[in-house]
């Protein structure tokens, strides 16, 4: 079989292409980052660069599938899937898709008819109120509460649209303010237990294949795990998963979500992916192969598979795992609504694991290393780094080289990963601050543009005199890079990303965060962490481009319009 698979992480993407690439298959990919540790994977035969999903993607999208006459595509991503959904009818004619029903599509994307369906069959839900105001929520629940959007995405808006957890009627009020204005917002009572994942595979409503894993690690407030361990199949689990989708004659894969108390038996229903999720790496080490079966079901009409797997293997994404386990070293384990774990338990179980060759890893594998020694490495240069340019005179002369970049500089590029957060208010800053006679442009990262900056962004922005309202991302390529005197990045994954696909613009590129005096030389990644990320980040960048002198936000407004020109 010749496919095509689109996305670009390390866990959902990179699985599916070695699933599909062990089973034989030629694997072709796009609407991935090139750079990215995924894209060293053996079993991809050809990469294809598209437009961005979010621009004027449809005819290139149509070209390729006519010239390359693929068996399948798998959408591997909800922005992807989502955008295929809605040109189905032009685009299933070209060849075969993994597209989910219109009707399971509707129910399975958005939680509150998830909710309303399950309700109906009998299954178990969260109590929840749908709310359109701030107003109509006071008194209705005891703190904390979860906040719903109606779905983890939304065309139009950057980004996942992300689940919430609110401690406090100030917090739940200002969580509401950002989540509103895009639509009503599902308030749910907060159920304390574990995650637990039930991962079909369907036909026509009938169940072909199933796996269940548990989280061992998941984030204190809840959301998908860093480390997560395969389980027998729960029979009263199974059932609902098969009932809720049997309902929707469903066809295709799907992970559906449940948290379940250990202590009492008691459990509800979450959420229902309608795609590849985060955790298949276990199901597939455990020998439920779910996208080689979805590609024989697909193209091949098989629908007989072996049903039995290993239970008790463990899998783990190092890259988060290490993350969770700082945030679980600092946690308050007497507060039973974090998921936090006694550090014994946390030691004993990660060497129980190795012991006993139980433990996995999400991204590194014998017959496919690169991926997971890219990651190591991107790891290891986190670490490294940070140490190293506390060093006084590193610092110094980073900063005397990018000073020295900069006072010849005519056309200066901004580039983070996105171009929605830190490279456009550094841009709009730039051109208010360091005058006219100069260009200054701003670049992502990843294959999308024409997104616009979030509402967290533009409002941590205007605080500081400057409007992103009108900001729309555009991708770096390599006429960009070539035309520019001075690129500034803000992290090392921005610079290591940007001298790998360029390397004969290394010595043009240049931390943003080493023209300040002092403070961290890196400006990490806001997106997704609330204003106060926002402001924080903006605050790093306002101390490396603004004048010695404190500027105002009122002297940032007056210095834009001055210098319009300049941009």
Request: aromatic share 8%.
């Amino acid at each position: 079989m010749k496919i095509l698979v689109l996305g670009d992480d390390t866990r959902a993407f990179l699985s599916v292409v070695r699933s599909l690439g062990r089973g034989g298959a030629e694997v072709h990919v796009a609407w991935h980052d090139p750079a990215g540790p995924a894209a060293r994977s053996r079993y991809i035969r050809k990469a294809h660069a598209l437009p961005s999903i979010e621009g004027a993607w449809l005819e290139p999208f149509q070209a390729l599938m006519r010239a390359e006459r693929f068996d399948l595509v798998i959408p591997c991503t909800d922005p992807i899937l989502a955008s295929l959904q809605a040109q189905r009818a032009e685009l299933e004619p070209l060849g075969k898709i993994y597209l989910l029903s219109d009707e399971a599509f509707e129910v399975t994307s958005c939680k509150f008819k998830t909710a309303e369906l399950a309700r109906s069959l009998g299954i178990p839900v969260a109590r929840e109120l749908i709310v359109d105001s701030k107003e109509a929520i006071h008194g209705a629940f005891e703190l904390p509460v979860v906040l719903k959007p109606r779905t983890s995405y939304q065309p139009g808006l950057p980004g996942k649209r992300k689940v919430r957890k609110a401690y406090s009627w100030a917090e739940l009020e200002r969580a509401l303010a950002e989540m509103l204005p895009h639509g009503p917002v599902s308030v749910q009572e907060n159920f304390i237990g574990r995650g637990v994942g039930v991962e079909v595979l369907m036909h026509e409503g009938k169940l072909l294949l199933a796996f269940q894993h548990i989280r061992l690690h998941e984030p204190m407030h809840g959301g998908g795990s860093s480390y997560r361990q395969g389980q027998a199949l729960d029979p009263a689990l199974l059932d609902a998963s098969v009932r809720l989708l049997a309902k929707l004659r469903y066809t295709g894969v799907a992970m559906v979500e449940f948290k379940v108390d250990p202590e009492s038996g008691r459990w509800i229903l979450i959420e229902v992916n309608g795609r590849f999720w985060g955790s298949l790496p276990l199901a597939i080490e455990s020998g439920v192969d779910f996208p080689h079966a979805l590609a024989e079901l697909l193209v091949r009409g098989r629908t007989e598979f072996p049903r039995r797997y290993r239970v008790g293997l463990c899998s783990r994404n190092w890259r988060s795992d290490l993350v969770w386990l700082r945030k679980n070293w600092r946690a308050d384990r007497t507060d039973p609504t974090l998921a936090a774990l006694p550090l014994t338990h946390v030691l004993t179980e990660t060497l129980w694991n190795l012991v006993t060759l139980k433990e996995r890893s999400d991204t590194f594998t014998l017959d496919d290393p690169m991926p997971g020694l890219a990651e190591v490495a991107e790891m290891a240069n986190e670490i490294a780094r940070p140490f190293l340019t506390r060093i006084p005179f590193v610092r110094r002369r980073m900063r005397a080289r990018a000073l020295a970049a900069l006072s010849g500089a005519r056309r200066i590029v901004f580039v983070c990963k996105g171009n929605i957060c830190r490279s456009p208010f550094a841009e709009h800053l730039a051109a208010a601050w360091w005058g006219a006679g100069r260009e200054y442009v701003s670049a992502a990262l990843l294959p999308l543009s024409e997104r616009p900056a979030p509402p967290e962004a533009a409002e941590a922005a205007r605080k500081r005199g400057v409007d992103l309202s009108a900001h729309r991302s555009r991708t770096l390529d390599a006429g960009l890079v070539e035309s520019a005197d001075l690129i500034f990045v803000f992290d090392a994954q921005n610079h290591d990303a940007v001298v790998e696909r360029f390397p004969q613009a290394a010595q043009k590129v240049h931390f943003l965060g080493a023209l300040a005096e002092s403070g961290p030389l890196w400006i990490t990644d806001p997106f997704g962490k609330g204003v106060g990320a926002f402001e924080r980040a903006y605050e790093l960048i306002w101390a490396a481009i603004t004048p010695p002198r404190r500027a105002s936000a009122a002297g940032v407004r007056a210095a834009a319009a001055a210098n319009t020109g300049g941009r």
